[in-house]
């Protein structure tokens, strides 16, 4: 017996399941591209640089690409020098390709 609540029976209609497959993999897409933004580039291609600038990079400055500390990263910072819009920009002191939401023990705040 059926009441006027309960949900209509389901139907298994050419429209329902085109729907359904175009859905799917929009719903399964969202949350990586989400993250992605909120990451901004990839600026992790260290392959032009010399092994000195790569070890000044990777262990003196200790660079990330996602700054440890969310106040010090590197769009905030005095040595930063940014890219185009979405792209990864540059530093006057570590080499190689600088996410702008990275960071490093070499951080020096904008002055005012
Ligand atoms: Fe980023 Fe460090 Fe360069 Fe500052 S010094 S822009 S924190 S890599």
Same mark, same amino acid.
């Given at each position: 017996m059926t009441t006027e609540l309960d949900p209509p029976p389901a139907t298994l209609t050419r429209r329902?399941? +085109?729907v359904r497959a175009v859905s799917l993999? +929009? *719903? &399964? $897409? *969202?949350?990586? $591209? &989400? /993250? /992605?933004? $909120?990451r901004g580039p990839s600026c992790n291609?260290?392959?032009g640089l010399s092994a000195d600038d790569a070890k000044i990079r990777n262990e /003196?400055?200790?660079y990330?690409?996602?700054?440890t500390d969310p106040t010090k990263h590197c769009s905030a910072c005095l040595q930063f020098v940014p890219g185009p819009k979405d792209a990864c920009g540059s530093c006057k002191v570590?080499?190689?390709p600088i996410n702008p939401n990275g960071g490093c023990k070499l951080f020096q705040p904008k002055q005012g």
């Open positions: 329902n399941v +085109l993999p +929009l *719903v &399964l $897409a *969202v949350p990586p $591209a &989400l /993250a /992605a933004c $909120a291609d260290t392959s /003196a400055a200790a990330q690409e996602q700054a570590v080499k190689g």
